[in-house]
């Protein structure tokens, strides 16, 4: 005996709830992609000069030591306190004389303590020093 139809139907794939989630996943990623132009920082490079070298600025250099310790223009100072710094500071900048205000070079190690670098702004501030920059050293992996 026989108990199996003639007729066997075929179990189909009904693709249309398919798409429809796909679809809500690729808007979903539409919408939540940064792009990479909308989070690029434009910059604007410096260009060198090889005839404004030739009339360097008058400098200070400060050097601050991993340890906290401070040099004016090679010249080690025996306290750590801003207002000795800032004394130093005016020191030098008489020393220099009258002309362009000076460039304050600030040289700190690597492992110096970011407190030790806000002393010295701090003292270059209180004696009227408004332009500071910070001195770095190439790479090797920069070549």
């Known amino acids: 005996m026989n108990f199996r139809h003639g007729s066997r139907e075929e179990p189909e794939i009904n693709l249309i709830p398919f798409i429809d989630v796909l679809l809500v996943i690729l808007i979903f990623l539409m919408l939540t992609t940064t792009y990479n132009k909308f989070t690029e920082l434009q910059l604007t490079l410096p260009t ?28 080690v100072l025996q306290g750590r306190s801003a207002t000795e710094l800032g004394s130093a ?45 910070f001195a770095s050293q190439a790479s090797g992996r920069a070549r």
């Open 89 to 133: 500071l005016a020191i030098a900048h008489q020393a220099l004389g009258a002309g362009k205000p000076p460039v304050l070079i600030i040289s700190a190690d690597a492992q110096t303590p970011h407190q030790a670098v806000v002393t010295v702004m701090e003292a270059a501030r209180s004696r009227g020093l408004s332009q500071i920059t």
């Open 48 to 75: 060198a000069d090889t005839e404004a070298m030739k009339d360097r600025p008058r400098e200070i250099i400060v050097t601050v030591g991993a340890d906290g310790r401070y040099m004016v223009n090679k010249q």
